[in-house]
């Protein structure tokens, strides 16, 4: 496994942290020629220490960022101009790096995950919680509730570990084959960092100390009617947990609310989605009746809570021999994320805010 690379020390003009690569000394070539222009001193390299979240204090024997001045007109695009540049650099003189699994966090920083922001910061107004609950490094298996048509609550799970985790997590997740035989689709989902779901890549990559993500209502859960938003579907076979006992990963179940009101599935018409080889074709308020329009997810109102982490490691992996074991704790985790629904159902409200 490639190892992932560290971020700018930097704050951008907007106060956000900056997403380009960093050099030795923990700065960005952008950055780094800001500061030789501003006469300041080079700074020394960062002291190696756990990351830090945007907005908090500096932890011990760590550098605290730097700060560009206030903008002037003009110079968020000049910035935005520059870090394209320097990303256009890279990839053309190969000077990223793709994992065995085709993970590029390049891309991923700079192309993808800013597509995404806009539905997370504005559109569905995203309020994360319990991020804490999440290791900061070593293996992982975050486990969700799977509802909305298409998979938005797994990329709005992974932007926000990716974002707002103190340590930046990469969510490596877990994907169904549809996922790899869609053209355009399948070279993406590769890129954001996805899986085909079988144990053998999970495990590989726990054992890489990666964050798993996985969503064991599969199908059933992104395609139900909108009659049963918020009833979690059957967990298949457990076999997430048995993963996580051969390899002592942490369960860290995950609960979103919001995901089933952006496509309300009316009806599914079956025949239709056999002829075209998809495991539902819905019919929502706006699709098909609106053509391409109907594409546009509503505005619901999200909720993003990570729940304490159940540990595995002191089961042994000989407890995947054990049915009630793996019957017991696939149980656990399915009513710790029906728990968290209810609740934050609750607490959010109005469906849109």
């Given at each position: 496994?490639?190892?992932?690379?560290?971020?700018?020390?930097?704050?951008?003009?907007?106060?956000?942290?900056?997403r380009?690569?960093?050099?030795?000394?923990g700065?960005?070539?952008?950055?780094?020629?800001?500061?030789?222009?501003?006469?300041a001193?080079e700074?020394?390299?960062?002291?190696?220490?756990?990351?830090?979240?945007?907005?908090?204090?500096t932890?011990?024997?760590?550098?605290?960022?730097?700060?560009?001045p206030?903008?002037?007109?003009?110079?968020?695009?000049?910035?935005?101009?520059?870090?394209?540049?320097?990303?256009?650099?890279?990839?053309?003189?190969?000077?990223?790096e793709?994992?065995?699994?085709g993970?590029?966090?390049?891309?991923v920083?700079h192309?993808?995950?800013?597509?995404?922001?806009p539905?997370?910061?504005?559109?569905?107004?995203?309020?994360?919680?319990?991020l804490?609950?999440?290791?900061?490094?070593g293996?992982?298996l975050v486990?969700?509730?799977?509802?909305?048509t298409?998979?938005?609550?797994?990329?709005?799970?992974a932007?926000?570990?990716?974002?707002?985790?103190?340590?930046?997590?990469?969510?490596?997740?877990?994907?169904?084959d549809?996922?790899f035989?869609?053209?355009?689709?399948?070279p993406?989902?590769?890129?954001?960092?996805?899986?085909?779901?079988?144990a053998?890549?999970?495990?590989?990559?726990?054992e890489?100390?990666?964050?798993?993500?996985?969503w064991?209502?599969?199908?059933?859960?992104l395609?139900?009617?909108?009659?049963?938003?918020?009833?979690?579907?059957?967990?298949?076979?457990g076999?997430?947990?048995?993963?996580?006992?051969?390899?002592?990963?942490?369960?860290?179940?995950?609960a979103?609310?919001?995901?089933?009101?952006?496509?309300?599935?009316?009806?599914?018409?079956?025949?239709?989605?056999r002829?075209?080889?998809l495991?539902?074709?819905?019919?929502?308020p706006?699709?098909?009746?609106?053509?391409?329009?109907?594409?546009?997810?509503l505005?619901?109102k999200?909720?993003?809570e990570?729940?304490?982490?159940?540990?595995?490691?002191?089961?042994?992996?000989?407890?995947v021999?054990?049915p009630?074991?793996?019957?017991?704790?696939?149980?656990?985790v399915?009513?710790?994320?029906?728990?968290a629904?209810?609740r934050?159902?609750?607490?959010?409200?109005?469906?849109?805010?």
């Amino acid at each position: 496994m490639s190892p992932a690379s560290k971020r700018c020390r930097a704050r951008t003009r907007k106060g956000e942290r900056c997403r380009n690569p960093a050099g030795p000394d923990g700065l960005c070539a952008v950055h780094r020629r800001r500061q030789v222009e501003r006469g300041a001193p080079e700074p020394r390299p960062p002291f190696p220490g756990p990351p830090n979240r945007e907005g908090s204090p500096t932890a011990e024997g760590e550098d605290p960022v730097v700060h560009t001045p206030e903008p002037e007109p003009f110079a968020r695009f000049f910035d935005w101009a520059e870090e394209a540049v320097e990303f256009l650099g890279r990839r053309v003189l190969g000077e990223y790096e793709v994992d065995e699994f085709g993970h590029d966090p390049d891309l991923v920083e700079h192309v993808l995950a800013p597509l995404l922001r806009p539905l997370y910061r504005h559109w569905w107004r995203v309020e994360t919680r319990g991020l804490e609950q999440v290791p900061g490094s070593g293996p992982a298996l975050v486990v969700g509730n799977h509802a909305g048509t298409l998979p938005f609550d797994a990329l709005m799970v992974a932007l926000a570990l990716l974002d707002e985790h103190p340590a930046h997590r990469s969510l490596r997740m877990l994907a169904a084959d549809l996922a790899f035989d869609l053209p355009v689709i399948a070279p993406l989902a590769r890129k954001l960092g996805n899986t085909l779901a079988c144990a053998e890549d999970a495990t590989r990559l726990l054992e890489a100390g990666e964050l798993v993500g996985v969503w064991p209502e599969g199908y059933k859960g992104l395609g139900k009617p909108y009659r049963e938003r918020y009833q979690l579907q059957r967990f298949g076979r457990g076999g997430f947990v048995e993963v996580a006992l051969r390899t002592g990963a942490p369960i860290v179940p995950v609960a979103v609310v919001g995901s089933e009101e952006i496509y309300p599935m009316l009806a599914d018409l079956r025949r239709l989605a056999r002829l075209l080889g998809l495991p539902y074709f819905p019919v929502t308020p706006t699709f098909p009746a609106l053509g391409p329009l109907g594409a546009i997810p509503l505005p619901s109102k999200w909720l993003i809570e990570f729940c304490p982490p159940i540990e595995t490691a002191g089961l042994g992996p000989d407890a995947v021999l054990d049915p009630m074991v793996l019957f017991d704790l696939t149980d656990q985790v399915r009513d710790t994320i029906q728990q968290a629904v209810h609740r934050n159902l609750l607490e959010r409200g109005g469906t849109f805010g």
